[in-house]
């Protein structure tokens, strides 16, 4: 009994290192990027040796899916198949921006960082599109249902990060108003302003 009870014991305070470790590197991810981290700065913030990081994470990768797959987890992405059956396409884009935005809100300092960051680091940019890229793909199509040309390159532009960060963060605007603006730039250009 007491061998299964020391067999549980350790297998929980892995867990914890562990969760402490990909919760230090999402932590500096979110205030200096995955690109600029680095395994020591990881294992100090986690208050563990670099060989304990190693052992629970090999290499760079493996750690970069572990952060991200926790902050999913702890946020997840909305999920457009709950727009799908809105009739009305306004209405669906304002949903599906509305909660877009809201995840860009609450996610904005993690997300400026990583996005960035994906600009020239390659790895950064491979995790992003293995964890990001279904969800955004999702979005253009639910989304951009009915669209022409014109209105799918808006939509594109509706669902950038840095479009909500312009229009929120640094012009200002209150959540709906810059949802309202994208639905109005590609109802627009659906009505034939070119």
């Known amino acids: 009994?007491?061998?299964?009870?020391?067999?549980?014991?350790?297998?929980?305070?892995?867990?914890?290192?562990?969760?402490?470790?990909?919760?230090?590197?999402?932590?500096?991810?979110?205030?200096?990027?995955?690109?600029?981290?680095?395994?020591?700065?990881?294992?100090?913030?986690a208050g563990v040796q670099r060989h304990t990081l190693y052992a629970h994470f090999p290499d760079e990768r493996s750690l970069l899916l572990a952060c991200s797959g926790l902050t999913l987890e702890r946020a997840p992405l909305p999920d457009a198949e709950a727009w799908r059956a809105m009739k009305d396409h306004h209405e669906r884009l304002r949903a599906g921006l509305r909660a877009i935005y809201g995840w860009y809100d609450q996610n904005a300092d993690l997300a400026a960082c990583v996005l960035r960051d994906s600009e020239y680091h390659a790895l950064t940019r491979e995790v992003i599109q293995l964890r990001f890229g279904p969800y955004m793909a999702a979005y253009r199509e639910v989304l951009g249902e009915k669209l022409n040309k014109k209105g799918h390159a808006v939509l594109q532009l509706a669902l950038s990060f840095y479009t909500w960060r312009t229009l929120v963060r640094e012009s200002g605007l209150k959540q709906n108003a810059a949802v309202e603006a994208m639905v109005q730039a590609i109802a627009c250009d659906q009505v034939g302003m070119r």
């Open 1 to 45: 009994m007491a061998r299964t009870y020391t067999l549980k014991r350790r297998a929980e305070q892995q867990a914890e290192t562990r969760l402490r470790i990909v919760q230090a590197a999402v932590d500096l991810h979110g205030s200096v990027g995955p690109a600029l981290t680095s395994i020591s700065m990881v294992a100090e913030r």
